[in-house]
């Protein structure tokens, strides 16, 4: 039940040592591969963690020199931006280490964002859209119908933190769309004040795993996760919500300014944008991006 699902598929280092792993007590979810000597560090928000783990082996397949030599993290887009400010040093539990980014993935407004705040590079570079969707049990026993439901006295939600997960304010209008403001509130405010809605405290990596705990009867996420839970096999399900309440994502990429492998970071920009790639997102239901928002080369 606890993460992480990937069962080791998700770590691209080829040495693994002493395999010591203990769910819910000694795990790092969110960062894969080994911090000896990388030649490519990406920094990319949660959103596709479970995609990560066949990104990186078909890019491998591409560039064969890179193998094994690939490390990233999967936290949400602000957390990743707290430990760049942070020099790249973070700690968790006991454990503290330093790793600087060379390319940095999120919304493609925040990706905009701090390129104008220069800590990223021109362009953002556009590759896929998702949309979202309410995660439920399977079986769906809340009779879930709709993001109105969600409002309903009883019903059990969890729901993306707004203070560092950017898709809370995509979740904020969809329900503002569905209810008006009333249902926002009632499910951003009301319902956390009187423990209905319980805030995730890292990504809505959580919201399956509250799901499954019996701690929630539903949660707003991206329609990928619900998909890669279905495929997990996991006891999971969604309901999906109708374009005219949706709100769609588009995701990208920079290269962060000054780099320490520049040109691996402009490949896997690149490579984020091919066939391959292309073909990994849409088996989780992502779309490809249709129209080049910067058509411009990737500068240094």
Do not use: C
Request: net charge neutral; charged share 20%; proline share 8%.
């Amino acid at each position: 039940m606890f993460p992480p699902w990937s069962h080791g598929l998700n770590n691209p280092a080829l040495e693994h040592g002493l395999e010591f792993t203990v769910p819910q007590v000694d795990d790092l979810a969110d960062f894969h591969g080994s911090i000896d000597d990388p030649a490519l560090v990406i920094f990319v928000g949660g959103n596709y963690y479970f995609a990560m783990g066949p990104l990186v082996r078909a890019f491998e397949h591409e560039h064969p020199h890179f193998t094994g030599r690939i490390y990233y993290e999967t936290l949400p887009p602000g957390i990743l931006i707290e430990q760049m400010e942070h020099g790249g040093t973070v700690t968790v539990g006991n454990m503290t280490w330093t790793i600087k980014p060379d390319v940095y993935a999120a919304g493609l407004n925040k990706v905009d964002y701090y390129i104008a705040r220069r800590m990223l590079l021109r362009p953002a570079v556009p590759y896929v859209t998702n949309d979202l969707t309410i995660m439920v049990p399977k079986g769906n026993p809340a009779h879930i119908t709709g993001l109105k439901d969600l409002g309903k006295p009883g019903v059990r939600l969890s729901m993306p933190n707004p203070a560092w997960e950017g898709v809370a304010r995509q979740i904020k209008l969809a329900l503002t769309k569905a209810g008006g403001a009333t249902l926002e509130h009632t499910v951003y405010v009301r319902k956390v004040s009187d423990g209905q809605t319980l805030l995730t405290q890292i990504h809505h990596r959580q919201t399956p795993l509250f799901l499954m705990e019996g701690l929630a009867d539903a949660g707003v996420t991206w329609k990928s996760e619900a998909i890669f839970q279905e495929q997990a096999n996991h006891p999971i399900s969604h309901v999906d919500i109708p374009a005219a309440d949706n709100v769609t994502a588009v995701y990208a990429a920079a290269v962060v300014r000054g780099a320490a492998h520049p040109n691996a970071a402009r490949a896997w920009v690149q490579f984020l944008r091919s066939p391959a790639a292309l073909r990994i997102f849409e088996h989780y239901g992502f779309r490809p991006v249709t129209k080049r928002r910067d058509a411009h080369q990737l500068t240094r």
